[in-house]
């Protein structure tokens, strides 16, 4: 009988375990995919004429994507050693190998978009901004992040 009980526990303990790594993992990738949002399903959209220009709409997502970038290092401090599931892309295991590099790539992406902040009025300054803040954006994407399907 004790054993039953202790094989349960166990198996009890690890799907918790399991259930709480892949809640991790879920938390990163809502918040690239908010940053995601901000930039490619309103900037970029903007910058093409997929959308009308509209400066509420660019205002509050550079307000978004940067209280989103604000949170990066503490979303990642956690590795969750497991990709959600379906995701197309996913955390490199390099974020956790060398944490120190991943999070000196945040300040830099925060500066660009505190420099285009207020300085965005027609379409042509959008896409001078978009292109400063997605080239710091890149610097990250290049090496911790990886595609999975």
């Known amino acids: 009988m004790k054993r039953t009980i202790i094989v349960v526990g166990?198996?009890?303990?690890?799907?918790?375990?399991?259930?709480?790594q892949q809640e991790v993992a879920v938390q990163q990738d809502?918040?690239?995919?908010?940053?995601?949002?901000?930039m490619y399903g309103v900037i970029l959209k903007m910058t093409k004429g997929e959308i009308?220009?509209?400066?509420?709409?660019v205002d509050e997502a550079l307000t978004s994507l940067e209280a989103d970038v604000a949170k990066i290092a503490k979303t990642f401090?956690?590795?969750?050693k497991q990709d959600v599931v379906n995701a197309t892309y996913g955390a490199s295991q390099k974020v956790w190998q060398?944490?120190?590099?991943?999070d000196?790539?945040?300040?830099?992406v925060q500066k660009a978009i505190a420099d285009v902040k207020g300085k965005i009025h027609?379409?042509?300054t959008l896409k001078a901004a978009y292109t400063s803040i997605n080239d710091r954006c890149t610097d990250c994407h290049e090496t911790y992040?990886?595609?999975l399907k």
Do not use: C, H
């Not at 401090?77 to 969750?80: F, G, I, Q």
């Not at 000196?104 to 830099?108: E, F, W």
């Open 122 to 124: 027609n379409v042509a």
């Open 30 to 38: 809502n918040l690239m995919r908010s940053q995601a949002k901000s």
């Open 10 to 20: 166990t198996l009890l303990l690890g799907a918790g375990a399991v259930v709480a």
């Open 77 to 80: 401090e956690v590795n969750p």
């Open 145 to 147: 992040r990886v595609k």
């Open 98 to 102: 060398n944490k120190a590099d991943f």
């Open 104 to 108: 000196s790539k945040i300040p830099p």
């Open 52 to 57: 009308p220009y509209n400066q509420k709409a």
